[in-house]
C-alpha cells in the first residue's frame, strides 16, 4: 500500500512539474510588405497605417488608426501584431499625385497552423 502511495505522489510530482515547464507560445503575427509605383520600384516615404477593431455582435468590425509607419527607401515596411483581442488591418495612405490601384485596405491573417501564426505579406501598388 504504502509503494502505492509513494508511486501516486511520485507521478503527481512529475505531472506538475512538467505543466509548469511548458513555454507560453508566441502568437504575435509579423507583417511585412511593400508599396510599388507602376513600374514595380518601391516609393519610398508612403503612410502606411495600422488599423485595430473589435469585432461586432451584427456588424462587421469598427476600426480606427492604431499606429502610423512609413516605408523606407526601397518601399518596404514592417510591422508585428501582438497576441491581443483586436482585429487588425493595414491600409496604404495615397500621397498627393497618385491613385491606388487595388485595395486600400487588407487584413491581417490570424490564422494559427501547428502552433504558429502565418507571416502576413501586404503590397500595395500606386500609379503616378
Known amino acids: 500500500?504504502?509503494?502505492?502511495?509513494?508511486?501516486?505522489?511520485?507521478?503527481?510530482?512529475?505531472?506538475?512539474?512538467?505543466g509548469t515547464n511548458i513555454e507560453q507560445q508566441n502568437l504575435d503575427i509579423y507583417v511585412t510588405g511593400r508599396v510599388i509605383n507602376q513600374n514595380n520600384y518601391g516609393?519610398?516615404?508612403?503612410?502606411?497605417?495600422?488599423?485595430r477593431g473589435k469585432w461586432g455582435n451584427y456588424v462587421g468590425?469598427?476600426?480606427?488608426?492604431?499606429?502610423?509607419?512609413?516605408?523606407?527607401?526601397?518601399?518596404?515596411?514592417?510591422?508585428t501584431v501582438k497576441n491581443d483581442t483586436y482585429v487588425y488591418r493595414i491600409c496604404c495612405g495615397v500621397p498627393p499625385g497618385y491613385t491606388l490601384i487595388g485595395e486600400g485596405c487588407k487584413d491581417v491573417n490570424h490564422s494559427i497552423i501547428e502552433g504558429h501564426t502565418l507571416p502576413n505579406n501586404i503590397n500595395f501598388k500606386l500609379n503616378q
Open 1 to 18: 500500500m504504502a509503494k502505492k502511495i509513494l508511486w501516486l505522489l511520485t507521478m503527481a510530482t512529475l505531472f506538475v512539474n512538467c
Open 43 to 51: 516609393i519610398p516615404g508612403i503612410n502606411v497605417y495600422v488599423q
Open 61 to 79: 468590425s469598427s476600426y480606427e488608426n492604431y499606429e502610423i509607419l512609413t516605408t523606407n527607401a526601397s518601399g518596404n515596411y514592417n510591422y
